[in-house]
């Protein structure tokens, strides 16, 4: 089963806030995934970066 996606330093800044640092993951083909955090541990914003949103 090949990769599906791959994430390698992700980072995402609200102006001089630096949100999100150095996110790196991949999914395989088959795997089942979730993002499990508190609230504004950066999940949505993750979600948006990779999506393009």
Do not use: R
């Amino acid at each position: 089963m090949g990769e599906l996606l791959k994430v390698e330093n992700l980072n995402v800044y609200y102006g001089s806030i630096h949100a999100i640092k150095d996110i790196s993951f991949h999914v395989n083909e088959g795997e089942i995934v979730t993002m499990i955090g508190a609230n504004g541990a950066g999940k949505t914003t993750t979600m948006h970066a990779i999506s393009g949103l």
